[in-house]
């Protein structure tokens, strides 16, 4: 019988994906990213990742989900054990190629040792939601200026630099990059009224041809809290290939908001 490991990351997401597993998965979490609302089994670091990888075959586990938001660690050369050591090379290589790439690698590590890697959709498919209008009512605006930031966020994502991405009357006011998709939105309070037309969407997609087993885009309630006070008309998003936190708690917000709250 498969039994599964969560390496979990920051934000509520490693919690909703235990919560819809079948069996009690084991909770993993990279040193200095503790995610949210759920107890960790193992705590391990990067300059130990072969003995961590031993100890999750000791464990039982064939099957492996990421899940969570992770930054880059600060390695300690000093405590590498010798296989750990010999990764490292192919690591960093990756690590300089962009975020893609080194989500990527991490993957193949963990396939040659040995396990499965399962993508959010294979255990809970509800937190993808398919195309439908959510919250409130598409406008020919909306649907043009959806359509404009499908193709930024599509031409971003090609690049391996973020997945999101806000468009008003055809103008892109913002774009996701390192900072995420929190500092981006509070960034649209600094822009002068007289360059800012009314309105507007926050659009998400995953990017092209990236590997869906990790890293899918996420939205939650704090992300629509932060479209409201943008003054943004709403959200859309790839369809079947966003995470939504708490659909329902997000749903009754964009309502109670007017906000539109799309699946494209």
Known sequence: ????????????????????CATPPMICALDGFTPENLKVDQIFR???????????????????AFAGAVQRPRLDPSLFDPQTAQMVPRLLSAMGQGDDATLRAVIAIFEEAGFEVVGVEAIAPALL????????????????????????????????VGQGCVVAQGLCLAVEALPGTD????????????????????????KPDQDRRIDLPTMGLETLRLVAEAGLSGVAFQ??????????????????????????
């Open 183 to 206: 500092a981006m939105l509070k960034s649209l309070g600094q822009i002068a009224p007289n360059l800012r037309p009314k309105g507007g969407l926050y659009y998400k997609a995953a």
């Open 239 to 264: 369809a079947g290939s966003v995470i939504c936190l708490d659909l329902p708690a997000m749903t009754a917000f964009a309502q109670a908001q007017n906000l539109l709250l799309w699946a494209r």
């Open 46 to 64: 990067i300059e130990r990742l072969a003995l961590f990888l031993r100890h999750l075959e000791d464990q039982g586990i064939s099957q492996i």
């Open 129 to 160: 939601p398919q195309a439908a209008v959510l919250a409130g009512e598409i406008t020919p605006r909306d649907e043009s200026d959806a359509t404009r930031a499908a193709l930024i966020t599509q031409a971003l994502g090609a690049v391996d």
């Open 1 to 20: 019988m498969s039994r599964l490991a969560i390496i979990a990351g920051q934000g509520g997401l490693p919690a909703a994906l235990a919560a819809a």
